[in-house]
């Protein structure tokens, strides 16, 4: 029997460098790919004959990797994901010195309040409240400026209770993000 890999939950759209919070609620999470490479490749072989193999041999874009979200590591920058969904397994790779819309920058166990015991799953509201605090305050480690001052934001990525139970994932993930004109180097110590 094949079990299905738990999954952290995605990525909330991009914190503001303004001291602004949004509810749980009304963050939008970011996607995942899930067998759109097979969608598309059938499309392509429907409409393509030679100007699809013709296209096989120049150069779309930066290389990707696709890597599990329990393999991310600080200082991995990702490009801008396609769908969305709330839950995602991997995120696609990519070289910092090319276009890319997220950066880890911190990867921390969450922390429950004071007082509260136990390993219980503590919920959306707390662990995306615990995400806002931890990666306001590891930002200006990495960047090298308060995301206060910054023209860049930051996201997360939070373990679902899924993964909270069933693979003992604790881990908030902090991202540097845009909403915009994508970066196209490594966002450490970058004072921007």
Known sequence: MVREQPR???LPGPRPSAPRRQSPSV??????????ALGAATVLLALGGCSW???????????????????????????AQQEVDHELSSLD????????QQEAYSIIDYQPPPGV?????PG??????YADAVCAQNFEDYVGISYLDSSLFFTYLLPSARGWEQSKDRAVICF??????????SAKESRT
């Open 93 to 100: 790779a990519v070289p910092c010195d090319t276009p890319h």
């Open 176 to 185: 540097v993000t845009t909403t915009g004109v994508e970066l196209t180097a």
């Open 53 to 79: 193999v013709s296209g096989m041999f120049t150069d779309d874009g930066p290389p990707t990797e696709e890597v599990s979200v329990f393999d991310i590591a600080v200082g991995q920058c990702f490009a």
């Open 27 to 36: 963050l939008r999470p970011r996607v995942r790919r899930t067998g759109s």
């Open 117 to 121: 015991e136990g390993n219980a799953f």
């Open 8 to 10: 952290h939950r995605a």
């Open 124 to 129: 959306d509201a707390s662990l995306a409240a």
